[in-house]
T-cell receptor, first 115, second 112 residues
Framework: DAGVIQSPRHEVTEMGQEVTLRCKPISGHDYLFWYRQTMMRGLELLIY????????DSGMPEDRFSAKMPNASFSTLKIQPSEPRDSAVYFC?????????????FGPGTRLTVL | AQSVSQHNHHVILSEAASLELGCNYSYGGTVNLFWYVQYPGQHLQLLLKYFSGDPLVKGIKGFEAEFIKSKFSFNLRKPSVQWSDTAEYFCAVESGTYKYIFGTGTRLKVLA
């Protein structure tokens, strides 16, 4: 398996623009997580899905952020409108929870810069 | 609320020195514990994990960790570090919801 795939790897945009980050989880995994990593706040969980259904979005910073998972092999994280404080590395992770245990596998991340 | 504390934010060691990174969590129930490593510019990779059984867990690259339930701790150790161990190390706790709580990370720099 190719692992968790994220695109783009780098995104530079201007304040006010819409940004869409994409994630393809490992095939067969039933949980998908979106994280944000910054120097100031470390690694924060934004939202996670189970079988394509959002379970906990309490980490989503504000209404400008939204996430979808239309099918088991694809998820998006959208920021509209983007702001400079959204600059961070965004990671997607997936896990398989059969047997009640789930090691999370992380993607390479998307480095977002909002000017 | 559950939390994970990594008290050492930055650690600098010389090659061949021994390493111990602290991790404490606040949750009284059953937990699954993880250590992840993030090499510069890369994504997080699993070093080792504890679910149950022997509290001394061995992982990749010579790392090990000990779960001490009475102290709510899961410290990471390596007897002799190498320059290539320079990275950021994250402790994480999962308590049945499949959601991880991560510590703030420890940046390790190993001097050649």
């Amino acid at each position: 398996d190719a692992g968790v795939i994220q695109s783009p790897r780098h995104e530079v945009t201007e304040m006010g623009q819409e940004v869409t980050l994409r994630c393809k989880p490992i095939s067969g995994h039933d949980y998908l997580f979106w994280y944000r990593q910054t120097m100031m706040r470390g690694l924060e969980l934004l939202i996670y899905f189970n079988n394509n259904v959002p379970i906990d979005d309490s980490g989503m910073p504000e209404d400008r952020f939204s996430a979808k998972m239309p099918n088991a092999s694809f998820s998006t994280l959208k920021i509209q409108p983007s702001e400079p404080r959204d600059s961070a590395v965004y990671f997607c992770a997936s896990s398989l929870t059969s047997g009640g245990r789930g090691e999370q596998f992380f993607g390479p991340g998307t480095r977002l810069t909002v000017l | 609320a559950q939390s994970v504390s990594q008290h050492n934010h930055h650690v600098i060691l010389s090659e061949a020195a021994s390493l111990e990174l602290g991790c404490n969590y606040s949750y009284g129930g059953t937990v699954n514990l993880f250590w992840y490593v993030q090499y510069p510019g890369q994504h997080l990779q699993l070093l080792l994990k504890y679910f149950s059984g022997d509290p001394l867990v061995k992982g990749i690259k010579g790392f090990e960790a000990e779960f001490i339930k009475s102290k709510f701790s899961f410290n990471l150790r390596k007897p002799s570090v190498q320059w290539s161990d320079t990275a950021e190390y994250f402790c994480a706790v999962e308590s049945g919801t499949y959601k991880y709580i991560f510590g703030t990370g420890t940046r390790l720099k190993v001097l050649a």
